[in-house]
C-alpha cells in the first residue's frame, strides 16, 4: 500500500533548525522528494533523495532517509521568516509515474 | 525561468455545470498532470497524460473528468457536471522526460474551484 504522513505543525524560532519528518510505507518508492507551499502559490521543488542514499546536502537544507524504517526528514539550518510555509513529502515509484503526497507540514518561524 | 501557469486562479460555479480548468505546462515538457487538494486533506493524484493520451488515472478520475491538449501549449481538465464535492484546489504539472533523478514535476499555482 502507499501512504505518507507527517506532522501537521511546527513552531520554530528565527536562526534555530527546524527538522521536518515523513513517513512512508511502500518500500519500492524510488525517489522522495519535498516540496514548499507558500501561500497563494503553487508547490515547489525544494529537494529531493534517490532511495539509495542516506543523505543529500543542498545548501540550508539537509534530507535524510532511513529505509528501514522508511522514515525522511528535512532539516533546515538557520531557519528565516522566509521559511514559514507548508512542507509536503512525495514519493514516487518510477520517475513520470504519480507523486504520492502526505498531509503536509505547516512551518511557522517566530522571530 | 520557465513556469508553469494555470487559468483561472478561482473559479465558482454552480453544481451541476461544466467548468474547464486550463494550464500552460513548460514548453519542451511532454508529460502533463492533475492532482486536486481538498481543504484540509492531502494533495491527490487525478491523471497523467504522455503523448496525447492518459497514462495513468485514479479512481477519483471518473466520467465526469476528461482532459485534452487541444493545441500545442493548452491543457485542459474538464468537469462535466460539477458536484459539491468538486470544490478543492486543482493544481497542473508538467514533467520533461526521460528518467533520472533529475526529472520532476514542476507545479503551477492552481485553481482554486468552488462549487456551490
Known amino acids: 500500500g502507499e501512504d505518507v504522513e507527517q506532522s501537521l505543525f511546527l513552531s520554530v524560532r528565527e536562526g534555530d533548525s527546524s527538522v521536518i519528518n515523513c513517513t512512508y510505507t511502500?518500500?519500492?518508492?524510488?525517489?522522495l522528494y519535498w516540496y514548499k507551499q507558500e501561500p497563494g502559490a503553487g508547490l515547489q521543488l525544494l529537494t529531493y533523495?534517490?532511495?539509495?542514499?542516506d543523505m543529500k546536502q543542498d545548501q540550508r537544507l539537509t534530507v535524510l532517509l532511513n529505509k528501514k524504517d522508511k522514515h525522511l526528514s528535512l532539516r533546515i539550518a538557520d531557519t528565516q521568516t522566509g521559511d514559514s510555509a507548508i512542507y509536503f513529502c512525495?514519493?514516487?515509484?518510477?520517475?513520470?509515474?504519480?507523486?504520492?503526497f502526505g498531509g503536509g507540514t505547516r512551518v511557522l518561524v517566530k522571530p | 525561468e520557465p513556469e508553469v501557469t494555470q487559468t483561472p486562479s478561482h473559479q465558482v460555479t454552480q453544481m451541476g455545470q461544466e467548468v474547464i480548468l486550463r494550464c500552460v505546462p513548460i514548453s519542451n515538457h511532454l508529460y502533463f498532470y492533475w492532482y486536486r487538494q481538498i481543504l484540509g486533506q492531502k494533495v491527490e493524484f487525478l491523471v497523467s497524460?504522455?503523448?496525447?493520451?492518459?497514462?495513468?488515472k485514479s479512481e477519483i478520475f471518473d466520467d465526469q473528468f476528461s482532459v485534452e491538449r487541444p493545441d500545442g501549449s493548452n491543457f485542459t481538465l474538464k468537469i462535466r457536471s460539477t458536484k459539491l464535492e468538486d470544490s478543492a484546489m486543482y493544481f497542473c504539472?508538467?514533467?520533461?522526460?526521460?528518467?533520472?533523478?533529475?526529472?520532476?514535476?514542476?507545479f503551477g499555482p492552481g485553481t482554486r474551484l468552488t462549487v456551490l
Open positions: 533523495i534517490f532511495s539509495n542514499m
Open positions: 512525495a514519493e514516487v515509484k518510477a520517475a513520470g509515474n504519480k507523486l504520492t
Open positions: 497524460f504522455y503523448n496525447n493520451e492518459i497514462s495513468e
Open positions: 511502500d518500500s519500492s518508492s524510488t525517489y
Open positions: 504539472a508538467s514533467r520533461k522526460l526521460a528518467g533520472g533523478y533529475t526529472d520532476t514535476q514542476y
